[in-house]
């Protein structure tokens, strides 16, 4: 953009990245799918959720063979 002739946008009035996530820590939840190794030499699949404003998380399922089924039923979804 620089080389166009565009000048970077002017800071807006309004709160920083770091406030804006504290402020909306509460509803933000993460989520994502982890590997685990057993002792078997088994690999399974968790699908997780973190509640970002109480640190809690959450293990949805495990299963050896996650699909997209799976996924959307962990989930809650249709």
């Known amino acids: 953009m620089t080389a166009a002739g565009v000048a970077p946008a002017p800071r807006r009035a309004g709160p920083t990245w770091r406030e ?8 933000i939840i993460a989520c994502d799918f982890l590997h ?3 002792v ?4 399974v699949y968790a699908l997780v959720f973190l509640e970002h404003g109480t640190r ?9 063979h996650p699909t997209a089924q799976w996924t959307a039923q962990q989930c809650g979804c249709r």
């Open 36 to 38: 685990i190794d057993l």
């Open 40 to 43: 078997d030499l088994r690999r």
């Open 56 to 64: 809690r998380l959450h293990i949805a399922g495990v299963t050896a």
């Open 20 to 27: 804006f996530l504290i402020s909306q820590a509460d509803a």
